[in-house]
């Protein structure tokens, strides 16, 4: 199984910039999709971003195109969200993805999940 932890959230104003950060387990991170997902108080968890396992296939939401960047660093083990412009809409609690394949992480299924961390955009 593979185990992710999530780290770079806080509070932000609006126009503002956050980078995400998802350290995962296991020496076969390089063989996984990773994706990130969020949920806002009250709403169901919604796809945000993925990336294929070499790096060079990207997926986002309509709601965050042009906004936030997804990257992987199979070296580290890592994979991360650059959150650019960002919104008062954007506050959510963001969790990291895994799956084996990266259809099942942009339809909003990923077989692991992180535990999340706090977003917060103020106005």
């Known amino acids: 199984q593979v185990q992710l932890t999530e780290s770079g959230g806080g509070l932000v104003q609006a126009g503002g910039s956050l980078r995400l950060s998802c350290a995962a387990s296991?020496?076969?991170?390089?063989?996984?999709?990773m994706g990130w997902l969020r949920q806002a108080p009250g709403k169901e968890r919604e796809f945000v971003a993925a990336v294929g396992w070499s790096g060079g296939s990207t997926t986002y939401a309509d709601s965050v195109k042009g906004r936030f960047t997804i990257s992987r660093d199979n070296a580290k083990n890592t994979v991360y969200l650059q959150m650019n412009s960002l919104k008062p809409e954007d506050t959510a609690v963001y969790y990291c993805a895994s799956d084996r394949n990266y259809g099942t992480i942009v339809g909003g299924f990923p077989d692991y999940w992180g535990q999340g961390t706090q977003v917060t955009v103020s106005s």
């Open positions: 296991g020496r076969s991170f390089s063989t996984y999709a």
